[in-house]
């Protein structure tokens, strides 16, 4: 940090040319946040000679790489050719945990890659206190939420499938409401056709697509837990929001949320359908799982927003002192 005062990071948070005419002070940190743009290998090869920029992209994850099945037929391509860029002109990479970092040193293995700094910075949450009261009252019962675009890996059919039997087995009014926030994605036609004509689930689970961050923080503030039972993931922010808020959570069974929640919230495989209900069933009436996670909650801190951007910036900072010794 002594000489941080001597260099200019030229953060870029989305992909774009600066004029010839602007001055750039070297050397420059060209981040890009997104991995829209990762396909313009050339394009980024061209604009890092002209600004002698030292490239950092983050990589949020791996899945169309590792999960083909989960993701659309064009991304398996799509996304190999954008970790292609990182590997061939990253000077340093982003990634939001360990587990992600894992799965991106072995791609840069096998690709003949194996030396550029990997940094594993979680994402910070920045959550307004307000809320709108108002919203709860439309629940009359206990409710669990799910923060998720509809998609096959966040694994909406196993708990559509759960919530129909629970209200064939005890009733509509025994069995608390499912509340899915997040839009409609993409082959997911068999989730669909429960959503929209299992007779048993038209008065038990609600869909919420269009809600500011206000309304759905104040949701999930009331919910009697987080549900989130994808079968894999980067990172995994809702469960970070959900502690940050002391809404306990039970959560799948895999390695980037453990790595996220640590030893507080309750983990369950995806697949065993059994004993999420039985979570549930504890979570709905305030039990001894739910009482003992609300205990843990209380000592929980996240990461800020700001500290996670400072995380970034030093490392960058590093990044430039260790190239120009």
Request: charged fraction near 20%; proline fraction near 6%; glycine fraction near 4%.
């Amino acid at each position: 940090m002594a000489h941080a005062y001597k260099m200019a990071l030229c953060l870029k948070f989305c992909f774009s040319f600066i004029p010839s005419s602007t001055k750039i002070f070297y050397p420059s940190i060209y981040l890009l946040l997104s991995h829209h743009h990762l396909t313009h290998k050339n394009a980024i090869q061209r604009f890092l000679v002209r600004t002698k920029s030292y490239f950092v992209p983050m990589v949020h994850d791996l899945i169309p790489l590792e999960y083909p099945e989960y993701s659309r037929q064009r991304e398996l391509s799509r996304h190999r050719a954008r970790i292609k860029t990182v590997i061939a002109l990253a000077k340093a990479v982003v990634v939001p945990t360990e587990t992600v970092a894992t799965s991106l040193k072995s791609f840069s293995t096998k690709n003949g890659q194996d030396n550029t700094p990997i940094w594993a910075v979680p994402h910070g949450i920045n959550i307004r206190n307000s809320f709108k009261e108002t919203l709860s009252d439309i629940y009359n019962r206990p409710y669990f939420i799910y923060l998720s675009t509809i998609e096959p890996r966040k694994n909406h059919l196993m708990l559509l499938h759960l919530w129909r039997a629970m209200v064939q087995k005890h009733g509509e009014a025994e069995v608390p409401y499912l509340v899915l926030v997040g839009k409609r994605g993409w082959e997911n036609e068999n989730i669909l056709d429960l959503l929209d004509r299992s007779p048993a689930l038209q008065n038990s689970v609600k869909e919420k697509n269009n809600l500011s961050d206000e309304e759905v923080t104040a949701l999930l503030k009331r919910a009697n837990g987080l549900l989130f039972p994808s079968f894999t993931e980067g990172y995994g922010l809702p469960l970070v929001e959900a502690m940050y808020l002391q809404v306990p959570s039970i959560c799948a069974d895999i390695p980037a949320l453990r790595e996220v929640g640590g030893d507080i919230p309750y983990y369950i495989d995806p697949l065993d359908t059994p004993n999420w209900e039985i979570m549930i069933d504890d979570f709905k009436k305030h039990g001894p799982l739910w009482q003992n996670q609300m205990e843990k909650l209380k000592t929980y801190e996240p990461l800020s927003w700001d500290g996670s951007i400072a995380q970034t910036v030093e490392n960058c900072i590093s990044l430039i002192e260790r190239n120009s010794i």
